[in-house]
C-alpha cells in the first residue's frame, strides 16, 4: 500500500469557480487489486488554519461525499468504513498569488492509509473565500472517483461536473 503514495500517475487541473483561482492534485494512481467498497461509510475529517476554512470544506466535501457519489450514512456510534482527512495548510503568498497547500489521506477505519494526494490551489488577484475551500473539497472528491476508491452517482436533475483536464507533468 506504499506504493500508492508513491504513484503520482498525472497531475489533475481544475478552475474552481473563481476566475483567478486553478487546483492542482497530484493522482496516486488507480489500483484495481485493492479491494474497494461500492457505498462505504465514510468519517471525514479536515484541518485548516482557522475554524471558518475548516467549516467551509467541511460542508463541501460532506455535500460532495452526500450527493455526487456513492456512500452511507454513518450510523450513530459507527466507525466508518473509511476515514478521510484532509488538511488544509495557511495560504503562502507571493506577490498577487497565494497558494494554498493541502493533503487528503483516505485510511481504513483500523487506521491502515490506503491512499493519500497532495495538491493547491493558486489564487491570482483575489480574495481567499469559501469558493476555494468548494474547490479543493470537489477535488479532493474527483480524485477519489478518478483512483477508484468512489463510485460517482448520476442523476439527471443534479449532473456531474464536466472532467478535469488532465495533464502530465
Avoid at 483516505?106 to 490551489?121: A, H, K, Q, V, Y
Avoid at 483512483?147 to 439527471?156: E, I, K, S, T, V
Wanted: proline residues 8%; without cysteine; glycine residues 8%.
Amino acid at each position: 500500500l506504499d506504493t500508492l503514495g508513491m504513484m503520482a500517475a498525472a497531475i489533475m487541473w481544475v478552475s474552481t469557480a473563481e476566475a483567478g483561482a486553478q487546483t492542482y492534485v497530484s493522482l496516486a494512481g488507480r489500483d484495481d487489486a485493492i479491494p474497494k467498497l461500492g457505498r462505504p461509510a465514510i468519517v471525514l475529517r479536515v484541518d485548516a488554519p482557522n475554524a471558518n476554512d475548516a467549516a467551509f470544506l467541511t460542508t463541501e466535501l460532506s455535500r460532495e461525499l452526500a450527493e455526487q457519489v456513492h456512500t452511507r450514512r454513518l450510523a450513530p456510534g459507527e466507525a466508518g468504513d473509511y476515514d478521510l482527512a484532509v488538511t488544509v495548510e495557511a495560504a503562502r503568498v507571493d506577490g498577487p498569488v497565494a497558494t494554498v497547500p493541502f493533503e487528503a489521506v483516505l485510511t481504513l477505519g483500523r487506521g491502515e492509509r490506503l491512499w493519500r494526494i497532495e495538491g493547491r490551489t493558486d489564487v491570482e488577484g483575489a480574495p481567499l473565500d469559501a469558493s476555494v475551500f468548494a474547490g479543493i473539497g470537489r477535488n479532493v472528491i474527483s480524485a477519489l472517483i478518478h483512483d477508484g476508491w468512489l463510485q460517482p452517482r448520476y442523476d439527471p436533475d443534479n449532473p456531474p461536473p464536466q472532467p478535469p483536464t488532465i495533464r502530465s507533468e
